[in-house]
């Protein structure tokens, strides 16, 4: 993933049809040794959803804290339009070492299966290209595929409603900590409990863009 203070990289795709853009931004304080990563989306192409501190903070899709280790990186909240909570277990969003054809199981119901490792989608975006990695992630008969490259991060998503998003930059913003997503650094069990509800809900707009 190569997380670092106000790193953002820029997506460019297709969603149902229309066309996208999606930023994702590292805000640059940590909170309790934890990375907070935003998501931010616009209709149409543009360069970068990450201009200035207005646009991405009212353009959010959800983020999430994560914690790197020397095995890769962990969730452990997570903020969207209808959750704000605690992800049991922590679960690892990606190892540091992928080999091709491995299988396994980072949350329970999620199945992780590594399908290539070599020359992956949007890795020409990469401040430094080199070969990556896609991966498969299944869950309740959805798959989500995902291509990264090390030291750069994500490279390409395509998801389950056959949304593609593909790198086509990557940068230093310093637009600072994004408020909404400020959110993530007190968190509770009754949070949690809300969300299991159907109780939480937070304005992002922009996550209509992407309908289940």
Same mark, same amino acid.
């Given at each position: 993933?190569?997380?670092?203070?106000?790193?953002?990289?820029?997506?460019?795709?297709?969603?149902?049809?229309?066309?996208?853009?999606?930023?994702?931004?590292?805000?640059?304080?940590?909170?309790?040794?934890?990375?907070?990563?935003?998501?931010?989306?616009?209709?149409?192409?543009?360069?970068?959803?990450?201009?200035?501190?207005?646009?991405?903070?009212?353009?959010?899709?959800?983020?999430?804290?994560?914690?790197?280790?020397?095995?890769?990186?962990?969730?452990?909240?997570?903020?969207?339009?209808?959750?704000? $909570?605690?992800?049991?277990?922590?679960?690892?969003?990606?190892?540091?070492?992928?080999?091709?054809?491995?299988?396994?199981?980072?949350?329970?119901?999620?199945?992780?299966?590594?399908?290539?490792?070599?020359?992956?989608?949007?890795?020409?975006?990469?401040?430094?290209?080199?070969?990556?990695?896609?991966?498969?992630?299944?869950?309740?008969?959805?798959?989500?595929?995902?291509?990264?490259?090390?030291?750069?991060?994500?490279?390409?998503?395509?998801?389950?409603?056959?949304?593609?998003?593909?790198?086509?930059?990557?940068?230093?913003?310093?637009?600072?900590?994004? $408020?909404?997503?400020?959110?993530?650094?007190?968190?509770?069990?009754?949070?949690? $409990?809300?969300?299991?509800?159907?109780?939480?809900?937070?304005?992002?707009?922009?996550?209509?863009?992407?309908?289940?």
């Amino acid at each position: 993933m190569a997380l670092s203070a106000s790193r953002g990289w820029n997506y460019q795709g297709t969603n149902s049809g229309q066309s996208i853009t999606v930023s994702v931004y590292v805000d640059p304080s940590q909170v309790n040794g934890e990375w907070v990563l935003a998501g931010a989306a616009l209709t149409g192409l543009h360069n970068t959803v990450l201009v200035d501190h207005n646009t991405p903070e009212s353009n959010l899709i959800g983020g999430l804290a994560l914690t790197q280790s020397s095995s890769g990186y962990n969730v452990n909240t997570e903020i969207s339009a209808g959750s704000t $909570a605690l992800v049991p277990g922590t679960p690892l969003l990606v190892g540091s070492t992928l080999t091709q054809g491995a299988v396994s199981t980072p949350y329970p119901g999620v199945t992780q299966t590594v399908l290539a490792v070599g020359s992956v989608p949007g890795a020409s975006a990469c401040p430094t290209p080199t070969t990556g990695a896609t991966v498969q992630y299944a869950f309740q008969g959805s798959n989500y595929q995902l291509s990264f490259v090390p030291g750069c991060g994500i490279t390409q998503l395509i998801a389950p409603s056959g949304a593609t998003l593909t790198l086509t930059s990557v940068g230093t913003y310093n637009i600072g900590n994004l $408020a909404h997503m400020r959110r993530i650094q007190s968190v509770t069990y009754m949070d949690t $409990a809300r969300s299991l509800l159907g109780l939480e809900r937070n304005d992002f707009p922009a996550a209509k863009l992407f309908p289940k």
